[in-house]
C-alpha cells in the first residue's frame, strides 16, 4: 500500500482545512487507517484513527469535537476534516495504515505498516 497525503496550507486560528489520504492498492479496505502529527522538536502523536469500513473512529483528546476522520473505501481515500483549529495543531501530518488489523484502532506510531509522505498544516495565531 502506498499512501499520499494532501491537503495542508496554512491558515488563521479558527479556520478549517480538510486533509486527503489517497491510497494505492487492492487492500485498502481490510486495514485500520490513522491520522499523525509532529510538530517541530516532538515526536509524532496520535491524531484521529478509524477502522476498516468507517464504523468506529477514535480522537486524541486534544482535537476531539473539532476534527473528524472519515473513509471511502470505493474512492481508496481517507480524509480528517479539521475545525476551529489552533496554533498548537500545527505540525506535519502523517497517514497511516495498520495491516495487522482490521477494527483494533492503535494509538503508538510503531505499530503502523505504512506511512505517507506528510502535509504541512500552519495554523496562525
Known amino acids: 500500500v502506498q499512501l499520499q497525503a494532501s491537503g495542508g496550507g496554512l491558515v488563521q486560528t479558527g479556520g478549517s482545512l480538510r486533509l486527503s489520504c489517497a491510497a494505492s492498492?487492492?487492500?485498502?479496505?481490510?486495514?485500520?487507517m490513522a491520522w499523525f502529527r509532529q510538530a517541530p522538536g516532538k515526536e509524532r502523536v496520535f491524531v484521529a484513527g478509524?477502522?476498516?469500513?468507517?464504523?468506529?473512529?477514535y480522537y486524541a483528546d486534544s482535537v476531539k469535537d473539532r476534527f473528524t476522520i472519515s473513509r471511502d473505501n470505493a474512492k481508496n481515500a481517507m480524509y480528517l476534516r479539521m475545525n476551529s483549529l489552533k496554533p498548537e495543531d500545527t505540525a506535519v501530518y502523517y497517514c497511516?495504515?495498520?495491516?495487522?488489523?482490521?477494527?483494533?484502532?492503535?494509538?503508538?506510531?510503531?505499530?503502523?505498516?505504512?506511512w505517507g509522505q506528510g502535509t504541512l498544516v500552519t495554523v496562525s495565531s
Open positions: 478509524i477502522n476498516y469500513n468507517g464504523g468506529a473512529t
Open positions: 497511516a495504515a495498520d495491516r495487522h488489523s482490521v477494527t483494533r484502532v492503535r494509538a503508538t506510531a510503531a505499530q503502523y505498516d505504512y
Open positions: 492498492g487492492r487492500t485498502f479496505s481490510s486495514y485500520v
